[in-house]
């Protein structure tokens, strides 16, 4: 059996993250299509860089820029367009919601919905590294703040998994951001949005550390999507109707 071939079969199997130990994981995602397409689009940025470089000094800046951008653009997408309860209003906005978070709420262990998708992920690294890469350093800046982007959101999507993952870290870091991630997903939504850091949650009033004094949401798992919202915007319900009819699709 090719590799081609044992990817494909690798992937034409469901994934629960709950069920696998690191090294599985590790093995699923070195590949899983996206992570190889993401990490060839910074590859491509940085062969870039080396046919219009910038100078070291504005490189850098261009690359420490995407670093720190990062978590706040990450933290704006989850708050308030992964969360929000607007996009399941709009017919052709519904399934990109269903796809890139409601599908992850609802099973949060799955592997084939944890991951974004490349339609989405891409585009939006781009606008959020390549104009503030060109203003500090031109195409060369440009180029090295996108590949900065792409390789942190393999980076973010690898803690992610670990998150995931049905062992407990020793690593005092690894288990802090897992616990919290946990709470997101398992008792309260509306806050803990990072994912590798949560300086914006703390900033802005959304991190919590302990559940005892916080109630459970009651749309920890729907996000809000519920019977009700439903009858009057189908259109979620009616493709995760006709997904389970024909088996959960790859991500």
């Not at 992570?35 to 046919?51: E, K, Q, S």
């Not at 052709?92 to 989405?120: C, M």
């Not at 993952?165 to 616990?179: D, E, G």
């Not at 019977?227 to 699709?249: F, I, K, M, N, Y």
Request: charged share 15%; aromatic share 14%; hydrophobic share 45%.
């Amino acid at each position: 059996m090719n590799s081609a071939t044992a990817r494909t079969g690798f992937w034409s199997q469901s994934h629960h993250l709950d069920r696998m130990t690191l090294r599985e994981l590790a093995v699923a995602y070195l590949q899983y299509p996206a992570i190889i397409l993401y990490l060839g689009l910074a590859a491509a940025g940085a062969g870039l860089w080396f046919v219009f470089p910038a100078t070291i000094g504005r490189s850098l800046l261009a690359i420490a820029t995407a670093v720190l951008l990062f978590p706040v653009v990450w933290y704006g997408l989850h708050r308030w367009v992964l969360h929000s309860r607007w996009m399941w209003k709009v017919s052709f906005l519904a399934a990109t919601w269903k796809r890139i978070h409601y599908d992850h709420h609802q099973d949060p262990n799955h592997l084939e919905v944890l991951f974004g998708s490349p339609a989405n992920v891409i585009p939006t690294v781009m606008v959020a590294t390549i104009p503030v890469g060109y203003a500090i350093g031109g195409v060369g800046g440009a180029a090295a703040a996108f590949a900065t982007g792409m390789v942190q959101t393999c980076v973010n999507e690898f803690f992610h998994c670990i998150q995931h993952l049905s062992y407990k870290p020793k690593n005092r870091w690894l288990a802090h951001i897992k616990t919290r991630h946990m709470e997101h997903h398992f008792h309260d939504e509306t806050g803990n949005f990072g994912i590798t850091n949560y300086w914006w949650d703390h900033l802005l009033g959304t991190y919590y550390a302990r559940v005892a004094g916080r109630p459970k949401s009651p749309t920890v798992f729907n996000l809000g999507y519920t019977d009700e919202v439903a009858r009057d915007h189908p259109r979620v319900r009616e493709l995760s109707a006709a997904t389970t009819a024909r088996g959960r699709p790859r991500g």
